[in-house]
């Protein structure tokens, strides 16, 4: 069974990643498939208090935003909520 969390190597990178899962933290994993100015959307934070975040990976660095707040299922795996 394959985790959210360790995203899909094989195609990388992308230009942009949308995860329909709560995380604790983003997930470094899927901010190294990203191309530059590739942008990554994601639910973060406590399991009924997340915050959807948008990412944008541009020079290196990534900047981040709030969207809105939100609740989402958990995002099973290493870099999630575990197993």
Do not use: N
Request: charged share 20%; proline share 7%; with cysteine.
């Amino acid at each position: 069974m394959g985790r959210g969390a360790w995203g899909y190597r094989d195609l990388a990178p992308y230009h942009a990643i949308s995860v329909a899962a709560g995380a604790p933290d983003v997930p470094a994993g899927l901010l190294e498939q990203l191309t530059d100015a590739g942008r990554l959307v994601i639910p973060v934070g406590p399991h009924l208090d997340q915050e959807l975040r948008v990412l944008i990976k541009s020079g290196g660095r990534v900047e981040s935003r709030v969207a809105t707040l939100c609740c989402f299922v958990p995002l099973l795996g290493d870099a999630g909520w575990g197993s």
